[in-house]
């Protein structure tokens, strides 16, 4: 199993970071949050962090200074939350090296998204979101986040059905197959109960894009960015 991604919030409005790490770490990533730049130095002299966060509890020179002694090649991607006046700080951190500056008052859902968007450039989370019609699914934490802004969880049997699903994109399933690859959470596993399950997770994951193919199984048809 992949290690998993270390985000550092560094100095990070309270409110912020409780929310913050709690939706990071539903999805799976190991999220360190310290408040003093003593501390923050001592957390980044190690190895292993792949994207900071710097609040804007900390003057933007102290930010700016921690991004020039830990970022660059090599380290790990910044992030830094500025006010909204702050144009030649915004415009400084950038020309520093930045790989994000994001204002405040900011939406923990936004800021999420663009470190979601730096580990995948990073290549930390590749191949565990699947984008779908109406939802994103993170495989690693099992988590369906709607369009809506609502949030499901997928039961291990479900991941497993999905996977198998996406391993064998376009192909027809029989009953067999799904029973062999992905078997239910209970010993109730055959025959119509596979339609049950089939109708549940396209229900929770909200698409057409899982099919009955009558007389002989289900298939998943892709959206277009899963195309070959």
């Known amino acids: ?19 913050l790490a709690d939706h990071l770490e539903r999805r799976g990533h190991d999220v360190r949050a310290v408040r003093q730049p003593w501390e923050a130095e001592s957390l980044l002299s190690g190895n292993g962090i792949d994207v900071v966060v710097v609040g804007d509890s900390l003057s933007q020179a102290e930010g700016r200074d921690l991004l020039k002694r830990h970022g660059g090649e090599g380290g790990p991607d910044f992030i830094l939350i500025c006010r909204p006046a702050d144009l030649i700080d915004k415009v400084l951190a950038l020309e520093l090296g930045a790989a994000d500056v994001v204002e405040s008052p900011l939406n923990v859902r936004e800021l999420a998204a663009r470190i979601g968007g730096l580990l995948a450039r ?40 999905l996977r198998l ?17 992905a078997p239910a959470e209970n010993a109730d596993a055959f025959d119509r109960s596979i339609d049950s399950r089939i109708v549940r997770l396209r ?3 909200d698409t057409e894009t899982i099919t009955t193919i009558r007389g002989a199984g289900y298939r998943f048809d892709p959206p277009t960015q899963f195309a070959d």
Do not use: C, W, Y
Not at 122 to 138: C, I, Q
Not at 165 to 181: G, N, Q
């Open 1 to 19: 199993m992949a290690a998993r991604s270390i985000i550092a919030l560094v100095s990070v409005a309270e409110v912020v970071a409780t929310d």
């Open 122 to 161: 990073r290549g930390r989370n590749a191949g565990e979101l699947v984008v779908l019609e109406n939802a994103t699914v993170d495989l690693r934490s099992a988590m369906v986040m709607h369009r809506s802004g609502t949030e499901e969880q997928l039961s291990p049997g479900q991941v497993a059905l």
């Open 203 to 205: 229900r929770k994951l």
């Open 165 to 181: 699903f996406l391993a064998r994109p376009r192909k027809v399933l029989t009953r067999d197959d799904i029973i062999a690859a």
